[in-house]
């Protein structure tokens, strides 16, 4: 199985008998300053991965793969892309809806506003295992045009990362043991593909993070698994950066990981909690990178964060921005910067333990001067009634292993993950937005 892979899943989904009819529930409680968490997307099914932007007017874009029935594709195939919107900045939303009709499933939602025009709405996914999907919108999400920016018969590719920037359009992708990047310099109209780390012995390259500087150049975030004993041999985390447009890349390394603890009484994946890194850049084109590694094999892991301030020849000695007790398990980084300084991060681990089992929550701090210092921790998630994933101190398991946040035009963090019971089902997702 491919490390991490939301593909691992199988398409399995279940309906939540008790769920349904408190569907909209809420939590009592919220974070200081962020409003209570609310499932969102469809109210069947499960829903995991989200994918979350904003842009200039307003809006609020989640993105996210849709395990169950979709009322306006009954004829899509499980899972489907799903978009839901907020034109009041996550105050309301309309009602979800599918991207685009497809026969087979779609996973690893990306969605991209075009920080140039703040307007410009790119998406992307993996359709089936050879096809990378890229979607462009001018309209705010009502229409859009699709491009395919890789399509590999005969052979698997997997997790798609989505960067934007003016005209150029970069997504990269798994191909072979390889990490590949498809480029496009006219609004994803046409793209090319080159790979990003040749030289590098790999079994598996997986991108986590990207993002395209002021000065336009592209960095991507990946991890370098090991070709064989995935299990016990450390993972390598790398910063590549390509200053012409995605043709020649120059690879630094970030930090190496132990391998990932394992979660068989959740029936996850090879490598589901394994390291993988967030990446941001500010108005000032400074590179942030946020991360979880640890020191041993299987052993709980931490969150860091990082900074470059040269376009990423050269980091910032790794700080531990986690305030949780020491051996508590750590996961799934997400960042978002905006103005010079201003730096947001989440993540989610398990400090709190109740009747002798670890439970999840979602973490959240800021820095308004480039992380020199924080904010105090707010605590995202919060219990919620009707769900048995979801326990008064937390929830049982993160469903998927990638979430989003990001800053609106008024200054607001928003904020949308995904709680489940374990890997396969069920699970949904969950929002919140605040200062």
Not at 115 to 123: G, H, I, K, S
Not at 246 to 269: E, F, I, R
Request: with cysteine.
């Amino acid at each position: 199985m491919v490390p991490g892979s939301s593909r691992c899943r199988g398409g399995v989904w279940t309906a939540v008998s008790l769920v349904l009819a408190l569907a909209t529930a809420q939590s009592a409680f919220a974070a200081p300053g962020f409003t209570p968490p609310r499932r969102v997307g469809y109210m069947t099914g499960d829903q995991w991965e989200p994918a979350l932007t904003t842009d200039g007017r307003g809006h609020v874009y989640i993105l996210f793969p849709q395990y169950g029935p979709v009322r306006d594709c009954l004829s899509c195939t499980i899972p489907t892309m799903a978009l839901l919107i907020s034109s009041d900045n996550g105050l309301t939303w309309q009602p979800p809806r599918a991207l685009t009709p497809s026969a087979t499933g779609q996973f690893d939602a990306q969605i991209k506003v075009d920080p140039v025009d703040r307007e410009t709405l790119y998406a992307s996914w993996l359709q089936g295992e050879h096809d990378i999907m890229v979607a462009r919108s001018q309209d705010f999400g009502r229409t859009w045009y699709f491009a395919v920016a890789e399509h590999s018969p005969g052979v698997v590719i997997d997790k798609p990362v989505l960067a934007v920037r003016g005209p150029n359009v970069y997504v990269s992708f798994n191909h072979k043991q390889t990490l590949a990047v498809a480029a496009s310099h006219d609004y994803a109209q046409n793209f090319s593909s080159a790979v990003l780390n040749p030289g590098i012995e790999a079994g598996w390259s997986l991108a986590a993070g990207a993002t395209v500087d002021i000065a336009g150049n592209v960095y991507f975030s990946w991890t370098a698994y090991p070709p064989t004993h995935i299990l016990t041999q450390p993972v390598q985390v790398f910063i590549s950066r390509s200053a012409d447009g995605g043709k020649n890349w120059t690879t630094v390394p970030l930090d190496v990981s132990g391998a990932a603890p394992g979660c068989p009484v959740q029936n996850c994946s090879n490598g589901f909690l394994a390291s993988q890194v967030a990446l941001a850049s500010d108005d000032a084109g400074v590179i942030y990178a946020l991360w979880n590694s640890g020191v041993a094999a299987g052993q709980p892991q931490r969150i860091y964060f990082s900074s470059s301030t040269d376009g990423g020849e050269n980091w910032s000695a790794k700080v531990d921005v986690s305030k949780a007790p020491a051996g508590v398990e750590h996961c799934f980084a997400a960042i978002t910067a905006g103005a010079a300084g201003d730096v947001r991060i989440a993540w989610m681990d398990t400090r709190v333990v109740a009747q002798n089992r670890p439970l999840w929550n979602t973490f959240y701090r800021s820095s308004t001067n480039g992380g020199a210092t924080w904010s105090p921790e707010a605590q995202l998630s919060d219990p919620a009634h009707g769900y048995d994933y979801i326990l008064p101190g937390g929830f049982l398991f993160p469903f998927g292993n990638l979430f989003s946040i990001a800053i609106d035009n008024l200054g607001s963090t928003h904020a949308v993950w995904g709680e489940g019971r374990n890997y396969e089902s069920p699970g949904s997702i969950w929002y919140s937005h605040g200062r």
